[in-house]
C-alpha cells in the first residue's frame, strides 16, 4: 500500500516500479546516477542510468550491486512489491518507523551495556595481575 493510505500502487513491469521508487525518493535521477555509477561523468552515468531503466534498452543492464544501491537510496517498497506481485507473495506490511526505530536504539543500548561490561571485567582482570 502506499505511504498515504492510498490504494496499492501496481506495476507495468519492474522498470515501471524502479521509476516509480525514484520519482517518490525526492533525489533526482542524476542524484541516483552519481550514486550507481561513481567516478563516471555526470553525464555519463545519468545516460546510463536512464538506458538501464527502459525496457526498450538492450545494451546496458542493471547489475544485482546496482539494483540494491537504487532501492537503498529510493524507495524500495516499489521494487518489492513488484516482486511480490510479479510471483504471487503478499505483499509484507512495512514496519512502523517509530517501532523501527524504537528496536534499533534498544539494540544499541544493548550493545553498549554489554561493551561497558565487558570494560569492567578486563578493568578487573587487570588489576589481579
Known amino acids: 500500500m502506499s505511504d498515504n493510505g492510498q490504494q496499492p500502487l501496481f506495476y507495468e513491469d519492474p522498470y515501471d516500479a524502479l521509476n516509480k521508487s525514484v520519482a517518490s525518493s525526492g533525489k533526482t535521477k542524476k542524484d541516483i546516477a552519481s550514486i550507481v555509477y561513481p567516478g ?8 546510463l ?6 525496457p526498450e534498452n538492450t545494451d546496458v543492464n542493471l547489475n ?15 521494487f518489492l512489491y513488484f516482486l511480490c506481485d ?8 512495512r514496519k512502523e ?7 534499533i ?8 551495556d554489554q ?3 565487558l570494560m ?3 578493568s578487573q582482570m587487570e588489576r589481579m595481575k
Open 86 to 93: 510479479e510471483f504471487g507473495f503478499e505483499r509484507p506490511a
Open 49 to 54: 542510468l536512464t538506458r538501464a531503466m527502459t
Open 105 to 112: 536504539k534498544k539494540q544499541v543500548k544493548n550493545l553498549h
Open 120 to 122: 569492567k571485567q578486563i
Open 64 to 78: 544485482i550491486e546496482m539494483l540494491f544501491t537504487i532501492m537503498r537510496e529510493t524507495r524500495p517498497d516499489d
Open 97 to 103: 518507523k517509530e517501532k523501527f526505530e524504537r528496536e
Open 40 to 47: 563516471r561523468k555526470i553525464e555519463t552515468a545519468m545516460s
Open 115 to 117: 561493551v561497558g561490561s
